[in-house]
């Protein structure tokens, strides 16, 4: 075992070998580094430091683990299930790139849209929750401990909190939606903590391939079963999911532009993620309950999150708004990809998941942009805005196309792959469905390019183009949308062989790592 | 011995929560609440000995330590309307 | 030690429960806060003492004993703090004992929770 | 038998806090109840042998909270509204919530039982072999500080954010803040 | 609270033996319950005492508001450069065995200490920060709202 | 049914009405969120409904004839094991510790946003607050057309 006799004879670890710890230590350090240092200058690099970094950790990861093999990292030299372990397949890797990837992308923007939003005192504690955020994020994705993920994820909630507020700079009612944020995320964690109770109290275990090999041997239980109701509830209050969506409009709405960004692109992904691992890497729904209650739960909740947030956004007048609606939307999108419950549609999820992010994170930073010229994301207020802000609204076109799906964009990839899961189960109605919420997606995105396109200019509006410090993210952002749209070699290829692992249940997270990195153990 | 102890102690604790509950009047409800720690500080120092651990009387120490700080908060809470520096003209 | 500490530690105990039941009695049944307020103060040093008391007969010396003993001086100091703390700040905002009757009276009674019509925010 | 009537007595005073909460108007009584409930589940935590979370709710739900609340009422205001809304919806899901759980609890071992899964695992290692790994008498300190280091971590910095988080909202001054203070007194 | 001559006296009297008994719940945390948590609460909950009694100004004299806000950091700063120092000499991140190879249980019981030093100190500053913030905000209540 | 099945039946009674106790509990705490409009008191209901989450997952580490799970020491401070005594599971214990710490963070969080929305909207109460907000976004819509789910 660990520890005790064997330490005398241990085998020295090399740098390489941290990488997994390393890779949320790095941006986690940068928090605390800021604030004691207190030099507001210094926020900024150090922040991008970490992230940088961060990212470099995560590309390597994502290369050693495309092969479908994993690596798992024995935090405190203590061997899983004693300890706190780090496991790294592919799915994680791949949510690990695309969240510090976002990270990396979104720092210069960050930068220049805090120096318009945010008071000059507090960036210094304003890029010390930003990079506390990150850090939860990158920490939930990367846990193996049923446990660990709580804690990571109310770091990441909290700050996430925090930053929604700040938006009162700009309008009070941030504070409102913030407030209402934290507590339909206090609620969400607590009923996840509620559900690994009670998986505790069924397997007296709390690392998640223990937990799974434990499961799969106790059959049809109820504590677990109530157990799984509560984490997804939980986590779906975190995602998003339709009915339990309130706080999400607000908050993206209200949000510094920054932060907002921050959100869309990686804090719903990072809950999904959880999801997708609780339902098939724990739970493995077909050793411990009917399939057929994951269809008929999880599809209902994604069509109506399809078809109701899509009809919602077609009505705003807000350009932010309506993105967010947008995002509500998507996630359903994943969501459909998970009920299919097939290798098709959970690739489509996985891929959906980078796409959507990448195309949201372009979208929200040209609606920074727009809101550091314009002052507001009214139509009314950004009309007739693609011509004296051209490099920001060819940005919007491309997201938008990308939203709609059209062939050639990240967006159109993950929604074939997703009509053609449907297709293998023979759900054709299904395909259908999925190209008439498309259309919905159409006619919103077609009133934004309308209004900033074909609209007369405000009386009086004297724009300029955005700063670099923003046009650049935005457009590194907007490139990759297209690129991912032709490129798929990359995203469908580690998608596919994420699908692989978390579908193939036990063997994914089985107890024998592949590539240990916990000394002599 | 110590059982009679402890009903003892529980008995009082509902009789003062009956003081809490029904008030009347606020001064009334933090008398409560004061005694109300004090029995718990009791309580917990007893049920030590009842349980054969009585190493754990920090609880008590602490239970004892954060009632007075509380009670010295709800004055000035009372008497001052803030926690901090009294507002100017209310010395 | 042996039986006559036991006998005077458990005399203590019972003591103290008589005074703590006493004092609780006191704030539920006595007619008014000034009245109370004395149930609480009597009952909250008297019982304290003797439970302690009896507690530190029971433990024999050692760490236990003066733990006991810490917690002892400390309620012996703060109890009467707060409940002059209490008496206090009752005082201050213009409540006073009637001599004679024991029964406050005041015009406009503020801190009333059931009397007040209405609740400002 | 003993402990099982401490532990009825002491949940019977926790139901009745909680239900005399829900019908309080007064914020400061408020607290105050919050502040009992708090005492009262650190007693019981006492009673189910787990000291160290005692001594962390007396701490925090008792000591902390309650400055906490009292700086914000301070702040804020004395008295909420007695709720208009209609309470059904919120009934239901509340019900159905607990209707679950209490499913979920049908299939459980009995509450003390010695034998039931989440005893016999990992608990069991770290109560045999902690003391030859760690050696340390609190077996809660060396799975907090070791065994889970990194949970703690986390913990750490939750607090961290926390405090970060309180200092962006309210540490800046508000604007006429201090002015409209003079005109008041 | 210039007139609460009782409140001020007990207060001095007490605010020395509150620092006390928090250091003896931080480094006696291996022994019976507590820790660097509760250690930190008891601690800050003495600059709250002293806080309330004596005013603001007092208390910042004592623990300017930089300097809790540097705490803050410190401690977890320690925590992190712990589990740092056990990554350098080759080990995982926070294995304590690292600081006594030949005998890991007394890495263990170094490893435990700075930890808790690191999480009392976060908590200390935390909590002090806190309050300071709440008590040091204008109440903008009317009298009449009383 | 025989006797042997109604004590089974009691034994799961007394064994599974802690449980059901601590669900009520979190009933009683998630009702106060849901249903009470002040901010601060939603704070408390949602303090109420962790505490009992908390409490729930003690009872699960409780063992019968347990003691806390502090091992006893000898004057030198060694550990002297004592196989006669039953310790509890530490394991909850470390959870909800951390727990709690979470909870009061978010409880000081909540509260710094309950002071500034008091100081931008001069209540605490929901139902105002969405008053307020529901006429600014009606003037937004005036301002700039319509949009349905604006305002809160």
């Given at each position: 075992m660990a520890g005790g006799t064997e330490a005398v004879a241990h085998q020295a670890l090399e740098m390489t070998d941290h990488l997994p710890v390393l890779q949320v230590l790095i941006p986690f350090i940068a928090a605390p580094l800021a604030v004691f240092l207190g030099v507001r200058s210094l926020a900024w690099p150090i922040a991008c430091a970490g992230a940088i970094a961060s990212l470099v950790c995560s590309v390597v990861l994502m290369l050693a683990t495309l092969d479908g093999s994993f690596i798992s990292y024995h935090l405190g030299g203590w061997a899983p299930p004693y300890g706190i372990e780090y496991r790294v397949d592919a799915a994680n890797a791949f949510v690990l790139l695309?969240?510090?990837?976002?990270?990396?992308?979104?720092?210069?923007?960050?930068?220049?849209?805090?120096?318009?939003?945010?008071?000059?005192?507090?960036?210094?504690?304003?890029?010390?929750?930003?990079?506390?955020?990150?850090?939860?994020?990158?920490?939930?994705?990367?846990?193996?401990?049923?446990?660990?993920?709580?804690?990571?994820l109310e770091i990441s909630s909290l700050s996430a909190y925090v930053l929604v507020s700040q938006g009162s700079h700009r309008d009070r009612r941030a504070l409102t939606v913030a407030y209402d944020y934290l507590l339909m995320g206090t609620i969400g964690a607590t009923f996840f903590v509620i559900g690994i109770g009670f998986l505790y109290m069924a397997t007296g275990t709390l690392n998640m391939a223990d937990i799974a090999d434990r499961i799969a041997g106790q059959g049809d239980n109820r504590t677990i079963q109530a157990a799984f109701a509560f984490i997804l509830v939980g986590m779906g209050l975190k995602v998003a999911i339709y009915p339990l969506h309130l706080w999400l409009p607000g908050a993206y709405n209200y949000a510094p532009s920054a932060v907002t960004v921050l959100l869309a692109a990686t804090a719903t992904k990072a809950a999904i993620y959880v999801v997708l691992r609780f339902t098939f890497s724990v739970f493995q729904p077909e050793f411990t309950f009917d399939t057929n209650v994951l269809y008929w739960i999880i599809i209902p909740f994604a069509l109506l999150a399809m078809f109701a947030a899509s009809l919602i956004a077609v009505f705003q007048t807000n350009f932010k708004r309506?993105?967010?609606?947008?995002?509500?939307?998507?996630?359903?999108?994943?969501?459909?990809?998970?009920?299919?419950?097939?290798?098709?549609?959970?690739?489509?999820?996985?891929?959906?998941?980078?796409?959507?992010?990448?195309?949201?994170?372009a979208l929200f930073m040209a609606v920074g942009a727009l809101v550091l010229r314009s002052g507001s994301t009214f139509y009314d207020r950004i009309r007739g805005m693609g011509k004296s802000m051209p490099l920001t609204s060819a940005v919007v076109v491309i997201g938008g196309l990308s939203l709609i799906g059209i062939p050639g964009t990240a967006g159109f990839v993950s929604k074939w792959m997703l009509v053609q899961a449907a297709f293998e189960l023979g759900w054709w109605w299904m395909a259908l469905l999925i190209v008439a919420s498309s259309l919905l997606a159409v006619i919103y995105v077609w009133r934004v390019l309308e209004v900033l396109y074909l609209g007369d200019t405000a009386e009086g509006a004297q724009h300029k183009e955005a700063p670099m410090m923003m046009a650049g993210p935005m457009w590194v952002a907007a490139l990759a949308c297209i690129w991912f749209g032709f490129d798929t070699s990359l995203t469908l290829e580690a998608s596919r062989v994420a699908a692989n692992g978390l579908l193939s249940g036990n063997a994914g997270m089985a107890p024998v790592p592949t590539t240990a990195a916990g000394g002599g153990h | 011995m110590f059982l009679v102890t402890l009903i003892a102690l529980f008995v009082a604790m509902a009789l003062v929560l009956c003081r809490l509950y029904t008030g009347p009047m606020v001064y009334d409800r933090i008398l409560a609440a004061n005694f109300f720690g004090t029995a718990a500080v009791l309580f917990i120092a007893v049920l030590g000995f009842f349980n054969g651990r009585p190493d754990f009387l920090d609880i008590a120490l602490l239970y004892a330590l954060i009632n007075f700080v509380g009670t010295v908060a709800t004055l000035k809470f009372f008497r001052y309307r803030s926690l901090g520096d009294a507002r100017p003209g209310m010395d | 030690m042996g039986l006559v500490a036991d006998?005077?530690?458990?005399?203590?105990?019972?003591?103290?429960?008589?005074?703590?039941?006493?004092?609780?009695?006191?704030?539920v049944r006595l007619p008014d806060f000034w009245a109370r307020l004395h149930a609480s103060g009597v009952a909250e040093s008297g019982g304290m003492i003797l439970i302690i008391l009896g507690l530190c007969l029971q433990a024999g010396w050692g760490l236990v004993t003066v733990k006991l003993i810490i917690i002892g001086i400390f309620l012996f100091i703060t109890g009467p703090t707060s409940t002059h703390a209490i008496a206090n700040a009752a005082l201050v905002t213009g409540w006073r004992p009637k001599p004679g009757t024991g029964i406050e009276q005041k015009d406009t009674p503020p801190f009333y929770d059931v009397k007040e019509p209405t609740v400002r925010n | 038998m003993a402990e099982t009537i401490i532990n009825v007595v002491l949940f019977s005073m926790l139901v009745l806090t909680a239900l005399a909460l829900v019908r309080m108007e007064r914020l400061f009584t408020i607290v105050m109840l919050a502040g009992v409930f708090s005492l009262l589940a650190a007693m019981l935590f006492v009673t189910l042998d787990a000291v160290d979370v005692a001594f962390t709710e007396a701490a925090v739900g008792a000591g902390v909270s309650t400055v906490l609340y009292?700086?914000?009422?301070?702040?804020?205001?004395?008295?909420?509204?007695?709720s208009v809304r209609p309470s059904t919806v919120p009934l239901l899901v509340c019900i159905i919530t607990g209707a679950v759980l209490i499913w979920g609890t049908l299939d459980m071992p009995n509450f003390g039982d010695a034998e039931a899964p989440a005893e016999v695992h990992v608990a069991q290692y770290y109560l045999t072999e902690s003391v030859k790994e760690i050696d340390v008498p609190n077996v809660v300190t060396s799975i907090l500080a070791s065994y889970r280091g990194f949970d703690t971590l986390g913990e750490v910095a939750v607090i961290f954010a926390a405090g970060v988080g309180v200092l962006l909202i309210i540490s800046?001054?508000?604007?006429?803040?201090?002015?409209?203070?003079?005109?008041?007194? | 609270m210039r007139h609460h001559l009782i409140l001020r006296v007990i207060?001095?009297?007490?605010?020395?033996?509150?620092?006390?008994?928090?250091?003896?719940v931080q480094f006696h945390g291996d022994f019976s319950p507590g820790g660097g948590f509760q250690a930190g609460v008891i601690i800050a909950v003495a600059f709250t005492l002293y806080g309330i009694v004596f005013g603001l100004r007092a208390v910042y004299a004592v623990l300017p508001p930089w300097v809790v806000h540097r705490l803050m950091a410190l401690g977890l700063l320690i925590y992190a450069g712990v589990g740092i120092l056990n990554m350098l000499s080759g080990y995982e991140f926070l294995n304590y065995g690292a600081f006594a190879p030949n005998h890991p249980s007394h890495g263990q019981h170094l490893g435990i200490l700075w930890v808790e030093t690191g999480v009392g100190i976060t908590v200390t500053g935390v909590m002090i920060a806190v309050f300071y913030a709440f008590a040091g905000r204008p109440p903008r209540m009317g009298d009449d709202d009383w | 049914m025989t006797t042997g099945d109604n004590e089974l039946m009691i034994e799961f009674l007394l064994g599974h009405i802690n449980y059901w106790l601590f669900v009520v509990l979190m009933m009683t705490g998630l009702y106060i969120v849901i249903v009470r409009g002040n901010y601060v008191k939603k704070i408390v209901g949602l303090n109420i409904f962790q505490t009992a989450?908390?409490?729930?997952?003690?009872?699960?580490?409780?063992?019968?004839?347990?003691?806390?799970?502090?091992?006893?020491?000898?004057?030198?401070?060694?550990?002297?094991?004592?196989p006669d005594i039953v310790y509890s599971n530490p394991l909850p214990h470390v959870l909800i510790l951390t727990a709690i710490v979470v909870g009061i963070a978010t409880t000081a969080l909540g509260l710094a946003l309950i002071v500034r929305i008091r100081e931008e909207y001069n209540t605490i109460e929901e139902d105002d607050v969405l008053e307020i907000e529901t006429k600014l976004a009606e003037q937004e819509n005036r301002i700039h057309g319509f949009g349905p789910g604006g305002g809160a």
């Open positions: 695309l969240i510090s990837a976002t990270a990396v992308v979104v720092m210069p923007f960050t930068k220049a849209s805090v120096d318009a939003e945010i008071p000059k005192k507090d960036h210094t504690l304003f890029y010390a929750c930003f990079m506390l955020c990150i850090t939860g994020l990158l920490g939930v994705v990367v846990t193996g401990d049923a446990f660990n993920v709580f804690v990571f309506m993105l967010a609606y947008s995002s509500i939307a998507q996630i359903g999108y994943m969501l459909l990809g998970i009920g299919f419950f097939n290798l098709s549609g959970l690739t489509a999820t996985m891929v959906h998941l980078f796409n959507h992010s990448i195309t949201k994170a | - | 006998i005077l530690s458990w005399a203590c105990l019972i003591g103290g429960s008589f005074f703590t039941i006493t004092g609780a009695l006191g704030i | 009292l700086g914000t009422i301070a702040l804020t205001a004395r008295g909420c509204k007695p800046r001054m508000p604007g006429q803040g201090r002015r409209k203070d003079k005109e008041d007194s | 207060t001095k009297i007490l605010v020395g033996p509150i620092i006390l008994y928090g250091l003896y | 989450v908390f409490m729930f997952y003690i009872s699960i580490g409780k063992i019968t004839g347990g003691t806390a799970p502090i091992f006893p020491t000898d004057s030198q401070g060694r550990i002297r094991p004592d």
